[in-house]
């Protein structure tokens, strides 16, 4: 099973972004999404040369965003895909059956179209405004992911889907409640001072329904 809780990382150096993903993984993060926009091929795949051992230390699955020559290259666990990057189809055939395949989405129609094309979970956002992400899409707010994973059930579409987009430690509960599988978080993580703590408050929430 996906984990819950996926980090998303932050940092305009390759030093700050080790920095941060290693302490979220040291505090107990176990899903590391790489996102290291608008960089060099080289500085990007010096970051993933360096962040997939660590990942492997800490069983952390390893996502790269929006990469997929370097997906390949560095032989990631899978890559994130925004609505405006790569086609989804296009990502599976030349990443083959083996690596997770995720996919930005919006509406209903984005999912309907990611699960058609072979996509493996969804990020649906945002929840609400960000600052993390340039050309924002339309927020959706509690009715709109409730309104879209009802129309998923009705449909029989069956595909993890995490909130994302400021979310906070309170929106965690009512965001579950719309059936939602986790949530992708990048700045609450990024800027805490007490990161262990938070992230145990975090899963606590995420994971306060499951039985194991």
């Known amino acids: 099973m996906y984990s819950k809780l996926q980090y998303i990382s932050q940092g305009d150096t390759i030093e700050k972004q080790l920095y941060n993903i290693h302490n979220a993984l040291d505090n107990g993060c176990t899903w590391v999404q790489m996102r290291f926009k608008n960089q060099s091929q080289k500085d990007a795949f010096t970051l993933a040369e360096a962040v997939k051992p660590l990942c492997e230390k800490y069983a952390a699955n390893f996502i790269v965003n929006d990469n997929l020559n370097l997906t390949k290259q560095i032989d990631a666990d899978g890559v994130h895909l925004g609505l405006t990057d790569t086609k989804i189809d296009e990502a599976r055939v030349f990443l083959g059956t083996s690596k997770v395949i995720g996919g930005t989405a919006n509406t209903f129609e984005d999912i309907q179209n990611h699960v058609k094309n072979g996509c493996d979970y969804i990020g649906l956002g945002p929840f609400r405004f960000t600052a993390t992400k340039e050309k924002l899409s339309p927020i959706l707010g509690l009715s709109g992911y409730f309104e879209i994973l009802q129309k998923l059930k009705k449909n ?54 499951i039985i194991v």
């Open 156 to 209: 029989k579409i069956d595909i993890p889907v995490y909130a994302i987009g400021g979310i906070t430690l309170r929106d965690i509960n009512p965001l579950m409640e719309t059936g939602i599988h986790g949530i992708a978080v990048s700045g609450i993580i990024t800027e805490s001072d007490e990161k262990e703590k938070l992230i145990q408050q975090l899963n606590e929430k995420l994971y306060a329904n």
